[in-house]
């Protein structure tokens, strides 16, 4: 499906299928044939489909019997059903969806939205769109076609019924809701860490794939190479002085699995974020993935790109810094519909936050008013 072309033809959807036993050829950046992994091909399907229901959620559509249903040859009295742009959408959904989540184990390792679980309830079972889906569309008499039109549509009235379910509401709201938590979170993790350290050094690394590796990427290998990093805070010497961190985990079809990193180092231990950011980068591209991975240093020029910078060094008492945290930290928990569809396990996490002593703060008392959200 890589043109989103809603009149998918049907040697599209024959070698959409074929693409379940092997890789998938596609074109990289300089016009070469590379494979692609069949799982990355059935994702990215999995997102165009995602995308079509919604677009198609937009408005109520009716298949129209008297334009659908003409002659299969000049005089015949037997009919098929031609091409119309909604007919095409249902059908090419429908073999996205039935084969990942009724008819092979691919989609045990995905999660289908609610527009997808409702049009599964919906078509599921129903004939034609079996045979015109993995076979090719079939043949009927003008009453037997004028039957399935009504069949069709009154499927298409059920999904469009279930979207205005209550329940529907609130699965569509849960990423927003997961949202809303971990930003709970992790503002809690930044104002603990305000309310015990004087000044932070923060640091802020993407991590992720190149362009050749990351369709071969799993969700396994990401989380397997995450929890390399995280075993390495309690023995690498870059870690020392690590108070706290915070990551989240996303996927994009062009960058496949991809972690933001936020980490927060004692600001009077660590007097510089640059280089620290570079050398957790480097880490990330050559020991721990082997050569796979690639970074972003957000640190390097922050002052000059961002309006609210959070980055670098961030003293208790900077208004300014203090509301670029607050923005990162919308920015790091914003909801992530793709993720939420391809991974089955955690895709957001913080450190614990440190307990915050009560009574008067030991050392040497603060000359400034602490401006942490919520701080003590």
């Known amino acids: 499906m890589y043109d989103y072309d809603d009149t998918l033809s049907e040697s599209d959807l024959l070698a959409l299928m074929d693409s379940m036993d092997g890789g998938h050829l596609a074109t990289n950046a300089l016009g070469q044939d590379i494979a692609m992994p069949s799982d990355h091909v059935w994702l990215m399907d999995l997102i165009e489909a995602d995308r079509r229901l919604k677009a198609m959620a937009q408005a109520s559509h009716r298949l129209d019997s008297e334009r659908l249903i003409q002659p299969d040859a000049f005089g015949s009295e037997v009919v098929t059903l031609a091409s119309n742009p909604l007919l095409e959408t249902l059908t090419t959904v429908y073999t996205v969806l039935v084969t990942l989540f009724h008819e092979t184990e691919i989609g045990q ?18 004939a034609y769109l079996h045979e ?45 809701r997961n949202s809303q938590k971990n930003y709970q979170r992790l503002r809690y993790l930044i104002d603990a860490l305000i309310a015990c350290y004087a000044s932070l050094q923060v640091v802020r690394v993407d991590l992720s794939y190149g362009e050749l590796d990351s369709p071969w990427i799993t969700y396994d290998t990401a989380r397997h190479h995450r929890e390399q990093l995280c075993r ?24 496949g699995f991809h972690y933001h990193w936020l980490f927060f180092f004692d600001g009077h231990q660590v007097r510089e974020g640059i280089s620290l950011a570079q050398q957790i980068g480097e880490l990330w591209a050559q020991s721990i993935t082997g050569g796979q991975g690639i970074y972003r240093n957000f640190n390097r020029n922050a002052e000059n790109v961002y309006r609210y910078n959070a980055l670098g060094k961030v003293h208790y008492h900077d208004t300014v810094k203090m509301q670029g945290l607050d923005f990162l930290a919308h920015y790091l928990t914003k909801g992530d519909e793709y993720a939420a569809m391809v991974v089955q396990g955690r895709t957001f996490q913080t450190s614990h936050a440190p307990e915050v002593p009560e009574g008067p703060r030991p050392g040497r008392p603060r000359q400034y008013p602490c401006t942490a959200f919520g701080a003590r």
Do not use: I
Not at 236 to 253: N, R, S, T
């Open 132 to 176: 015109a889906g993995f076979h090719r569309p079939p043949t009927m008499s003008r009453e037997g076609a004028e039957q399935t039109v009504m069949e069709l549509n009154q499927r298409l009235g059920a999904w469009y019924q279930s979207l205005k379910q209550s329940d529907f509401a609130y699965e569509c709201g849960r990423n927003r």
């Open 109 to 126: 390792h995905y999660r289908p939205s609610p527009y997808a679980t409702r049009f599964l309830w919906a078509f599921a079972s129903c």
């Open 232 to 255: 390495l805070f309690h023995t690498h010497g870059l870690f020392d002085h690590l108070v706290g961190y915070a990551w989240k985990l996303e996927w994009q079809p062009k960058k």
